[in-house]
């Protein structure tokens, strides 16, 4: 029977830090089904979820701790289960652009929690200003918005919000 796991990695960045990891992972025989990786600051972090069978899984966990001995990563496993689908879920995409300033992300998950709608992904990122050199943040998230919630009301609710904080933002249904 198929087992998944989720394993987290945090480390300096370097060369070869994805190499270790996912060398772990395939000589232990799993399958890395999804993951995400990025540098942040001098850091490499990395969420992977990983199917395999109990055996595999189990020496993952024994395996993982030499990686991280030996590679400098602080990492975390975690069993999980299949996500069952949810078919009254309607999801979204949501961008937003604005002059870097602190909370926005807590404003916009405050927003958006309150009204029972999920975040499935998101990414934040800060930058400069291409002709201005002024200090901008931008955020791209997709969430789940409740069946039962009135689109055309929630919309506008969330761009009177954004508008009041100073967020330039797009709210459009996921396509495809």
């Known amino acids: ?14 060369s ?24 942040l600051g001098s850091e490499f972090a990395m969420l992977l979820l990983v199917s395999g069978s109990w055996h595999t899984l189990a020496r993952l966990e024994s395996e993982l701790k030499k990686v991280e ?5 602080a990492l975390s496993m975690r069993r999980t289960e299949e996500r069952p689908p949810r078919t009254d879920l309607l999801p979204y995409a949501i961008d937003v652009v604005c002059l870097d300033q602190p909370g926005i992300v807590f404003n916009l998950a405050s927003f958006l929690a309150s009204r029972g709608i999920d975040i499935a992904e998101m990414a934040t990122r800060s ?3 291409a002709h201005t050199g002024a200090p901008m943040f931008s955020v791209q998230m997709t969430v789940n918005i409740p069946g039962n919630l009135q689109i055309a ?21 996921v396509k495809g």
């Open 16 to 39: 070869g830090v994805v190499h270790d990891l996912t060398r772990a992972v395939l000589d232990c025989g799993g399958n890395i089904l999804d993951s995400r990786m990025i540098a």
């Open 127 to 129: 930058y400069s200003a």
């Open 1 to 14: 029977m198929k087992q998944l796991v989720v394993i987290s990695a945090v480390g300096g960045d370097r």
């Open 153 to 173: 009301a929630l919309r506008d609710e969330f761009m009177d919000f954004c508008d009041h904080l100073n967020l330039d933002a797009i709210m459009e249904p």
């Open 69 to 73: 001995e030996s590679s400098g990563l």
